[in-house]
C-alpha cells in the first residue's frame, strides 16, 4: 500500500463512493502494514472510479483505518493518485483523528451521498 492508492467503496445502492490511503501509519520507527490514514473523497458514481474522474476530488473525512476496511468492504486497490493529498506519506497515530472500524467509510459514503 501507497499514498494515493485508492479504492471503490460500494454504497449499497448500487452506487460506489471513493476511499484514498492518504498515508502510512508509523509505529515504533517502522510502517505498519495493516493500518493507514483513510480517507473518503467526494466522489460517487455508478461503477468504480478511475484516476481521471478522481482528479478534482477533495476529501471529505478521514480516520485511521486497517486494511480490511478495504477488503471486507468488497473493495480492491484501482490505482494511484498523482495528485497532492495534502498529507505527508508517513505519520504517527494520534489521538487528534478518529479510528474507523473496518465499516465505518461504507456508512460515512452512504450518508454524504444521500439523494446525489
Known amino acids: ?12 445502492d448500487g452506487r460506489f463512493s471513493c476511499g484514498v490511503v492518504l498515508a502510512l501509519v508509523e509505529k515504533s520507527g517502522k510502517k505498519d502494514p495493516r493500518i493507514f490514514l483513510a480517507g473518503l473523497l467526494d466522489w460517487v458514481g455508478p ?8 482528479d478534482k476530488c477533495s476529501v471529505l473525512e478521514k480516520g485511521f483505518a486497517h486494511i480490511k476496511t478495504i477488503t471486507e468492504t468488497g473493495g480492491a486497490l484501482l490505482g494511484k493518485l498523482e495528485i497532492n493529498l495534502g498529507s505527508p506519506e508517513v505519520v504517527s497515530e494520534t489521538d487528534s483523528i478518529n479510528t474507523w472500524g473496518y465499516n465505518s467509510i461504507v456508512k460515512k459514503a452512504a450518508k454524504h451521498n444521500v439523494g446525489s
Not at 1 to 12: A, D, E, H, L, R
Not at 47 to 54: H, I, N, V, Y
Open 1 to 12: 500500500m501507497v499514498q494515493g492508492q485508492f479504492w471503490s467503496v460500494p454504497i449499497g
Open 47 to 54: 461503477l468504480p472510479p478511475s484516476a481521471e474522474e478522481l
